[in-house]
């Protein structure tokens, strides 16, 4: 039985990473969204709120770099200190992004973002240590990629040009959803890598399942910038 337990949790945790790597090509907002946003006025707490969440829920290049970031964080206060430092970054320049109307390319942004679940796998591997024989401080790695999955999220909602009526406030609404939608899906993470960990399988298929962290990442980073390259 545990055997059967190990294969099916691998292969689904295999899909997973295919499928959401693979979903790239239809990431970004629908079109139920994009009508939302486009006609909007106003304060709208609630729908922002829900927008900020399913975004964050959908996100899988954002999920992806959490899976990477607590892979190995056995303790809670770790896992806190990590995910804190990740909001921190994040939040900042979504809001910093869009009041302050900072225009980055959203192509290269989100090559970046792909770059940082690189980054996760390459170093839950140990690459740093075996192939440079140096170790970068992995907080602030988490925080500095935080600040451009935070830019990710701002050009996302700069496409929609949104009215300066009532903005303060929505983004403060997207913001929360974004924070209550990385919430829902880290329980579920981490409910999911805790039972691993509890069967001889996790530390045999680790290597494995960081270095599909690490192709999806790169998938990542070769679309964006060959939307880059096109457009």
């Known amino acids: 039985m545990p055997n059967k337990l190990v294969k099916f949790c691998l292969a689904s945790l295999t899909l997973c990473l295919l499928v959401l790597s693979v979903q790239v090509f239809a990431h970004g907002v629908d079109d139920n969204t994009r009508a939302f946003l486009q006609q909007n006025t106003g304060v709208q707490f609630v729908p922002f709120l829900y927008i ?10 954002h999920l992806l770099f ?4 607590v892979f190995f964080l056995y303790k809670s206060r770790d896992v806190l200190l990590y995910v804190t430092m990740f909001t921190l970054g994040h939040s900042a320049t979504l809001l ?3 009041l302050s109307d900072i225009q980055v390319n959203a192509y290269l942004i989100d090559a970046i973002i792909g770059l940082s679940v690189v980054y996760k796998g390459f170093d839950n591997l140990g690459g740093f240590k075996r192939c440079f024989n ?3 401080n992995t907080q602030w790695a988490v925080l500095i990629f935080g600040l451009f999955h935070g830019f ?4 996302k909602l700069q496409e929609f040009q949104l009215p300066q009526d009532g903005l303060i406030t929505n983004l403060i609404a997207f913001n929360l959803g974004v924070e209550l939608g990385q919430f829902a899906a880290l329980v ?4 999911a890598i805790n039972a691993w960990r509890l069967l001889p399988s996790f530390q045999r298929f680790s290597t494995l ?5 690490m192709s999806a990442g790169f ?4 679309y964006q910038l060959s939307g880059y390259v096109i457009n």
Do not use: E, R
């Not at 990710?152 to 050009?155: I, K, N, R, V, W």
């Not at 579920?188 to 409910?191: C, G, S, T």
């Not at 998938?219 to 070769?222: K, N, S």
């Open 134 to 136: 140096w170790q970068p």
């Open 188 to 191: 579920f993470i981490l409910i």
């Open 52 to 61: 900020g969440a399913k975004h964050m829920i959908t996100g899988y290049d």
């Open 152 to 155: 990710g999220l701002a050009s």
């Open 96 to 98: 910093l992004g869009v």
């Open 209 to 213: 399942t960081n270095t599909l962290l």
């Open 66 to 69: 959490l899976v990477g970031v």
């Open 219 to 222: 998938m990542l980073v070769g």
